[in-house]
């Protein structure tokens, strides 16, 4: 049993991928590299000059044609700086953006993602039978807040569904049982996002985000009979401290985030336990097809190591490496919504997946 508790703690991994799946990233047109508006009228307080006449024998018209050329010419520069302007987009669905949504918007944000486990990947990183069935269904509802200049403030509130099927005679229940399901609140995420540095010719927009995942997620007590999918929360408090950084590099926006994560010591029915700090790099590219649709690819992880503080870690160490292609369609300048699917490629001591994935935003 203690290994099929382990198996569902990391398929809710595998689901959930990271609670901080990117936020639309629709004000990057918005916040970074736009040349400001050209503005027009008089200047306060300065005196209107008055039209000269013609000289004798001016071509009738010229003022108007000189001033059309100027007009003309001013369009075209504004034109230009158009163009160079990062198109707004989706975002990446796991890949977490770095410009942070503007002071006072708000946005919704849900991603539902069904995991299908083809493979378990051992301590050697080979794959061998999952042991029977097994896939799961998450569902995240981010709620993003603009709290001030440069800086949001978003929450993650995560649901999970397990189901076991046909396992194999070494995982069964108690009273043989070898199919079961269930479902519940995993472990609340909540996340600061403060943008220390905005992109510019040649440097990118660097962020700095803080979050803390909650325990609220069921992972002790758990009844035998449901064979361990019952098991959806971690059990312990989750720090994580890192960067995001993004660049438009015309035609492509490149994403990367890259965090590093302490967990709390925590008891479950195995006993005492003391995980390993792990650290997440993730990777994410966009090409806008047409203002509407855009390509999406991301490569993400996650690595275990050791612990920087507290007792000598007492989990196996793990790691999984998954690619994920994708699709954006702007709907409308509110809403957008992106599909893709996530596969797991390899890693050690987890689960492996295949995870169609679709994510929507709506802005406020």
């Known amino acids: 049993m203690k290994k099929l508790r382990h198996f569902f703690m990391v398929l809710l991994v595998v689901v959930l991928a990271t609670p901080m799946a990117g936020w639309a990233a629709k004000e990057a047109a918005a916040g970074e590299g736009k040349v400001p508006a050209a503005t027009a009228g008089k200047e306060e307080g300065k005196p209107i000059k008055k039209a000269t006449t013609k000289e004798e024998g001016e071509p009738e018209g010229k003022e108007e044609a000189e001033e059309g050329e100027k007009k003309e010419e001013k369009e075209g520069k504004q034109e230009e700086a158009k163009e160079g302007e990062c198109p707004a987009t989706f975002g990446p669905i796991i890949t977490d953006t770095a410009i942070p949504i503007e002071k006072g918007k708000f946005a919704i944000q849900p991603t539902f993602g069904l995991a299908f486990i083809t493979n378990s990947l051992s301590p050697n990183w080979r794959r061998v039978s999952a042991g029977g069935n097994f896939k799961s269904f998450g569902m995240d509802w981010r709620f993003t807040y603009g709290l001030l200049n440069n800086l949001e403030v978003f929450v993650v509130l995560p649901y999970v569904h397990n189901w076991a ?23 609340i995420n909540l996340t600061f996002k403060y943008r220390l540095v905005e992109e510019g010719p040649t440097k990118p927009t660097v962020t700095a985000l803080f979050a803390t995942d909650f325990p609220s997620g069921h992972c002790k007590h758990l009844n035998p009979g449901l064979l361990g ?10 720090f994580t401290a890192g960067l995001n950084l993004s660049k438009y590099v015309k035609p492509f926006i490149f994403y990367g985030n890259f965090w590093y994560s302490m967990a709390t010591d925590f ?76 596969v797991d490629l390899i890693g050690k001591n987890s689960a492996a997946a295949v995870t169609p994935l679709l994510s929507m935003v709506y802005a406020f």
Request: proline content about 5%; glycine content about 14%.
């Open 165 to 187: 099927g046909d396992v194999d005679k070494a995982l069964q229940g108690p009273q043989g049982e070898r199919s079961a399901d269930f479902g519940g609140l995993c472990d």
């Open 229 to 238: 999918v019952d098991a959806v929360g971690g059990g312990a408090h989750v």
């Open 267 to 342: 008891t479950n029915d195995d006993g005492s336990q003391h995980p390993r700090d792990f650290v997440t790099v993730n990777l994410a590219a966009e090409y806008p097809i047409t203002k509407k649709w855009v390509a999406l690819l991301e490569l993400t992880s996650l690595w275990d190591g050791g612990r920087l503080i507290g007792h000598r870690a007492n989990v196996a160490p793990g790691a999984l490496l998954s690619v994920m292609p994708g699709i954006e369609y702007m709907a409308t300048e509110k809403f957008s919504l992106a599909l893709g699917v996530n």
